[in-house]
């Protein structure tokens, strides 16, 4: 028998909800477009949660002991603490229920908008390619402790013998990751409204005991960044409100039946999670795991694999809090190493004077299922791989291990080890001709002429007007392009049909541009399904999954590829099609890249070299693209960087290494060409000021950024920066259908130009257009082009 107030010795802190199979996804998209009703979307969910529930009991986790964790949100988990908070901003007021709780359906105009009513912002998750809902957060926002949806949710598994725990954002970081809503006072913080906060989250803690939960477990990444680090320093806000949270009374547990657990009247025990980083200060890694033990909370957490070991001294201090030790990586696909972790765990009891669980770094929310559904992986892989499965069953023989010592899982840290072995000596892994010729780079290969003389070049070669007009890349992707790329994989049309209808693709786009008078061409990229695993696809060291889908958000899934070893590029990958591109106009037409950050954070990468190694090599493959693209004769090469502030460190202390190494394999991929080659790159965000050091570092000639929604405030930016090259801020808003009027664009293009000189302006959209229809495209693209001639017109004028 358990005991429900003893916390489990191995756990997960979140596992994939999109199902295997996608289960979710299917449902929420059959839902929206009213193919099936609410009733049975959630009877769709439940059925994934009672497979989830029983594919972890039978990886090892117990059903009875709150190892498993209730982290079924059906779009966010930030969502799904706003609705248990009832936090509504007002703009959203009316969607409450009576006693102010959130339904299904209105959580889902939270998350998608309806009619005039725009959604919640959706941003980043920490470092990661997930994103949440942004909280909006004022000083009038109701905090009522409304989880009732979590509540059955509990009550639910409890009545099929499960005592799961609950999982819900913690208090710190949720304020943390709010924004002050809309019309909030000048100067109000999110984080004003803590107290209110803590209030309804002390009655969301009673309601979860009431329904049956022994443990609850509050996620507080926050802490690992800089603000919400200082938040843990001892005698700050995270103790004064884990105290408050702690002090309310437990529920006794094992009141109840066979089951044991607890029933009623207090609260469940609490965990605390950190993953991401190192909570607190860093230079006293553990300290912050200390100020939540000391306010009373049972057990804390620790992601051991992006943060740093406690100290010792702290964690003999834990006293009667459980250390949750985040050993297993929940953001890669790597297998572990068992025999190395398990050494770390050993250490770990022996200097705790507390007791030690096994799980993971963060949630699972991160990696595919299973690597077992994988049918196309190349043969070596599989065994050097752990998808949310297998990381499930490397905690609960780490576990085993810790408990009965090495001999009790003696074959499974063999295994492990004879995998990994394998892996550092296959032959693709290391590529001797890669590493001599990394080993041979010099300062040169990484810089370029002047940037004066090589625009002066530039222009004279390709005689360009002012202003000049370009779009990012792609074109709108039509059903017929998606057919004729199914068609083509399943085989029901020949290569040589499909080459066919893409080279007809790219004629037509190209015959579109001249006719709108755009004066930088592109070939709109009908190829590529997604701009890096199109690459990945042409690269060696990389593979592609099968059914390797990970949720970004809400019912938006992408499929990484994986990047396992050395990148070697065996044939030339976009040069044909730009070649024939070229061929059909007289206009410039770029050549179009993915650049080697990119390439990376879209990727699960390699984890037994720097990244900034393994972003060498990409640069070198692009290096060698880019090289036969100007020996075919393009003159504008374009190499788009959107995820370079993605993988921006959250510290930052840290941030200066990350922008060195990521700059420079820039520099390395582009730095090859002759100065009068000119060098484009894309950047797809508008909070461009914090970094704009590192972007000018680039060096590319020419840079077209985000900015349309925010209109243009970058421009200030750059102009107090001192910004002296091409620059093409997007005056094109292509995240909606709506057509910018020939005005509203006229008005941006004058923005513009009180802040950049003439003749660095270029104009172009905010992003590509491959998730636009066509009719909205021309047009808006019609009046990009004559609000440019006439402010063109306009400058004549007054010269
Ligand atoms: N060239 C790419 C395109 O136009 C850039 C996409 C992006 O920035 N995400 O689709
Ligand atoms: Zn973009």
Redesign the pocket.
């Known amino acids: 028998m358990t005991n429900p107030s003893t916390f489990p010795a191995a756990t997960i802190l979140g596992y994939p909800r999109i199902g295997p199979h996608r289960e979710l996804k299917k449902a929420l998209d059959a839902h929206w477009s009213g193919a099936i009703s609410e009733q049975q979307l959630l009877a769709d969910a439940r059925k994934l949660q009672d497979r989830t529930v029983s594919r972890l009991v039978e990886l090892g986790l117990n059903a009875a002991d709150s190892s498993i964790p209730a982290d079924f949100a059906l779009y966010d988990q930030v969502l799904d603490t706003t609705a248990a908070l009832g936090a509504l901003p007002a703009r959203f007021a009316d969607l409450a229920d009576a006693d102010g709780s959130v339904g299904t359906a209105a959580s889902f105009i939270l998350a998608r908008g309806h009619g005039e009513r725009p959604p919640l912002e959706l941003t980043k998750w920490f470092d990661t390619n997930y994103h949440y809902l942004v909280p909006e957060i004022g000083p009038e926002t109701p905090f009522t402790a409304v989880a009732h949806q979590l509540a059955d949710t509990i009550r639910r598994h409890r009545e099929n013998g499960a005592v799961l725990r609950p999982v819900l954002v913690g208090p710190v970081t949720y304020l943390l990751l709010a924004k002050a809503e809309d019309h909030a006072p000048e100067g109000f913080d999110p984080l004003d409204r803590i107290d209110d906060a803590v209030a309804a989250y002390a009655g969301i803690l009673t309601q979860l005991g009431d329904a049956g939960a022994d443990w609850v477990q509050l996620d507080e990444p926050g802490l690992v960044t800089d603000r919400g680090g200082a938040l843990a320093a001892p005698g700050g806000l995270v103790e004064r409100v884990y105290r408050k949270l702690a002090d309310a009374p437990r529920a006794t547990p094992g009141g109840d039946g066979e089951n044991g657990g607890n029933r009623g009247n207090g609260r469940p025990a609490l965990l605390v999670t950190t993953g991401y980083g190192t909570a607190g200060n860093p230079e006293a890694p553990g300290e912050a795991l200390a100020v939540l033990a000391a306010a009373g909370v049972e057990a804390v957490h620790a992601d051991l694999i992006r943060g740093r070991l406690p100290s010792a001294s702290v964690l003999a201090d834990l006293g009667s809090t459980t250390f949750l030790a985040g050993i297993v990586d929940g953001r890669n696909v790597w297998r572990n190493s068992l025999s190395a972790s398990l050494e770390v765990l050993q250490e770990l009891q022996a200097r705790s004077g507390t007791a030690v669980s096994v799980g993971t770094a963060t949630s699972l929310q991160h990696v595919p299922h299973d690597v077992g559904a994988e049918d196309a992986l190349p043969a070596h892989l599989p065994q050097w791989l752990a998808f949310a499965d297998q990381k499930v069953s490397e905690v609960v023989v780490l576990a085993r291990g810790l408990a009965g010592g090495r001999s009790a899982v003696a074959a499974e840290l063999k295994e492990a080890e004879d995998a990994l072995r394998e892996r550092s000596t296959f032959h693709g892994v290391v590529v001797p001709s890669v590493r001599t010729r990394l080993q041979g780079l010099a300062e040169d290969d990484f810089v370029r002429g002047p940037a004066d003389r090589r625009a002066a070049l530039q222009q004279e070669h390709l005689q360009l007007p002012v202003l000049p007009t370009t779009?990012?890349?792609?074109f709108p992707q039509t059903g017929e392009v998606r057919r004729a790329r199914a068609a083509v994989r399943s085989g029901s049309i020949s290569d040589a049909d499909y080459e066919q209808f893409l080279k007809d693709e790219i004629a037509r786009v190209v015959t579109l541009q001249e006719e709108l008078g755009l004066d930088v061409l592109v070939h709109g990229?009908p190829e590529r399904n997604d701009?890096v695993q199109y690459f990945a696809e042409h690269l060696d060291g990389f593979a592609a999954t099968s059914q390797g889908w990970v949720q970004s958000y809400g019912s938006r899934c992408t499929r990484p590829s994986i990047l396992w070893g050395d990148v070697v590029r065996p044939a030339a990958i976009t040069v044909p099609w730009t070649i024939y591109a070229q061929s059909l106009t007289d206009r410039p037409l770029k050549g179009?890249l993915?650049g080697p950050v990119t390439i990376l954070a879209w990727s699960f990468v390699r984890d037994d070299q720097p990244l900034g190694d393994t972003a060498q090599q990409v640069a070198l493959a692009l290096r060698d693209e880019i090289a036969d693209l100007e020996a075919a004769g393009t003159g504008i090469i374009?190499v788009?960087e959107?995820a370079l502030r993605e993988l921006l460190p959250l510290r930052s202390n840290d941030q200066a290494a990350y922008l060195n190494w990521s700059v420079r394999s820039f520099r390395l991929a582009t730095s090859g060409v002759q100065d009068r080659t000119q060098i484009h790159t894309?950047l797809?965000y508008s909070e461009f000021g914090e970094i704009i050091g590192a972007i000018d570092g680039l060096d590319a000639d020419v840079t077209s950024i985000e900015a349309a929604r925010s209109r243009l405030e970058v421009v200030a930016d750059l102009a107090g920066f001192g910004f002296r090259r091409g620059i093409g801020p997007g005056v094109y808003d292509i995240h909606s259908p709506r057509v910018p009027s020939q005005a509203e664009i006229a008005a941006l293009i004058n923005t513009a130009l009180t802040g950049i000189p003439v003749s660095q302006l270029w104009i172009n959209p905010d992003?590509?257009?491959?998730t636009r229809g066509y009719e909205e495209t021309v047009q808006s693209l019609r009046h990009v082009v004559a609000a440019t001639e006439a402010a063109r017109a306009a400058l004549a004028v007054n010269a």
């Open positions: 779009t990012i890349g792609s990229e701009m179009m993915t374009q788009d959107p894309h797809c992003c590509g257009l491959k």
